[in-house]
């Protein structure tokens, strides 16, 4: 299987533990990751708001180059794979399309609308199989009780995505129960955690993403999972400043997607990048058969 790999800006930067798992896990599960440089930011869900023409060309114009090569586009983070997959969608539109067109004209790019785009968790989900998956499992979760948290950009608008139900999804549930996790259902694992509103009030991001990870806790959560980098800065990045939002310690380890795959699959939490994490993954791992509890 070869993909355009489209890692987002999160997971070249500050994130680059995300890059470094999905790399492994790729090699591990058969998936050719072909990088393409001169892809740009997909806008974040920002540009949208403010010049939504601008923000559809950016992303045509990254389909564009996949198309060209005759790839698929894997991404890595929900809200790319929210913004790239809604631009297919709008395009739809002829009237938006020509606009678009005419502003990639500007710098000799067109985009015929036929790249898809597919999130890792969807990839792992249907194309290789959670059957496929089990039979690769080398190091079970067995013992972890996982809170997935989706993000809002992989479930909505769910009418526009066509991908899983925007309230009550379970193809992240599934793939944690083939590592051999058990999935812990609750109701915040398919709310904001906040993010947007960091640039304009972040106590009261603070206080919703603290109120998440509450709930996770709540419903017998012991480490949180998610497929957006953005969601993972929310709940690890700034878990301490949300304790002091919802006044008390929160203590939640909070995983990338794919590491959970790589550990399940055989990786070292040092080639997951968990080291990097600001909230310790250390108890966790604790309760993984297997899992050197060096990181």
């Known amino acids: 299987m070869k993909l355009a790999y489209y890692p987002g800006c999160v997971a070249q930067e500050s994130g680059r533990e995300l890059d470094m798992a999905t790399r492994w896990v790729a090699g591990k ?8 440089p001169n892809f740009s930011c997909c806008g ?26 005759g790839l698929g586009v894997l991404t890595i983070c929900s809200t790319c794979q929210g913004m790239l997959a809604l631009a297919n969608n709008r395009l739809g539109d002829a009237v938006v399309k020509a606009k678009v067109d005419a502003a990639l004209a500007q710098i000799g790019v067109s ?7 597919t999130h890792l968790l969807d ?10 998956l089990r039979r690769r499992v080398v190091r079970p979760l067995t013992g972890l009780k996982v809170g997935a948290f989706y993000g809002c950009h992989l479930l909505r608008p769910a009418d526009r995505l066509g991908t899983d139900s925007a309230e009550e999804p379970h193809t992240f549930e599934d793939l944690l129960g083939a590592l051999g996790a058990t999935p812990v259902m609750y109701r915040g694992r398919v709310m904001c ?34 497929p957006c980098p953005l969601c993972h800065i929310s709940l690890d990045a700034y878990q301490n400043k949300a304790e002091a939002a919802v006044g008390h310690p929160l203590d939640m380890p909070v995983f ?3 590491q959970l795959v790589g550990l399940a699959l055989g990786a070292t939490p040092e080639q997951m990048g968990l080291p990097r994490h600001l909230v310790s993954t250390k108890g966790a791992l604790a309760r993984i058969p297997g899992v050197a509890l060096s990181a």
């Open 29 to 36: 599960l058969g998936i050719e990751l072909v990088e393409f």
């Open 44 to 69: 974040s869900g920002f540009i949208d708001e403010a010049n939504p023409i601008l923000n559809l060309a950016l992303n045509a114009r990254n389909l564009a180059i996949a198309e060209r090569a």
């Open 111 to 117: 985009y015929g609308g036929t790249t898809r785009v």
């Open 123 to 132: 990839v792992i989900v249907s194309q290789i199989g959670l059957d496929e």
């Open 193 to 226: 955690c906040g993010f947007p509103i960091l640039f304009v009030k972040e106590p009261t991001a603070n206080r919703i993403a603290g109120n998440q990870i509450d709930d996770a806790r709540a419903h017998g959560a012991e480490a949180m999972a998610t």
């Open 256 to 258: 990338h997607l794919p």
